[in-house]
């Protein structure tokens, strides 16, 4: 896509000249995630684990919804963590304090 002679790159820039190519670090930095993720089987069987849950939870109506409940509970007793969806959690590092 970044090739000098014809890729998207060089197109944009020739229809824009002020135009500059950055590579997408997001991308690289999966890429190397994923390669060590691969090397390390605990690592790969948890994430396996993770992933089968969440596909567990969200292909049944029934326990979307016991999820969702369980989410609003855990939500008001234990303030500073919020649920993002189902399958992802983060805890706000200002209540800690």
Known sequence: MSGPRSGVAKQLRDEELRG??????GYT??????????????????LDVAFET???????PERTAKSEKLKEELTMELPGNY?????RWTVCVASLK
Do not use: E
Request: include cysteine.
């Open 20 to 25: 500059l190519y950055l590579h997408c670090h």
């Open 29 to 46: 930095l999966n890429l190397a995630a994923g390669d060590v993720i691969k090397r390390y089987k605990h690592t790969k069987d948890a």
């Open 54 to 60: 969440s596909k567990f939870v969200k292909f049944s």
């Open 83 to 87: 649920v993002l969806c189902t399958s």
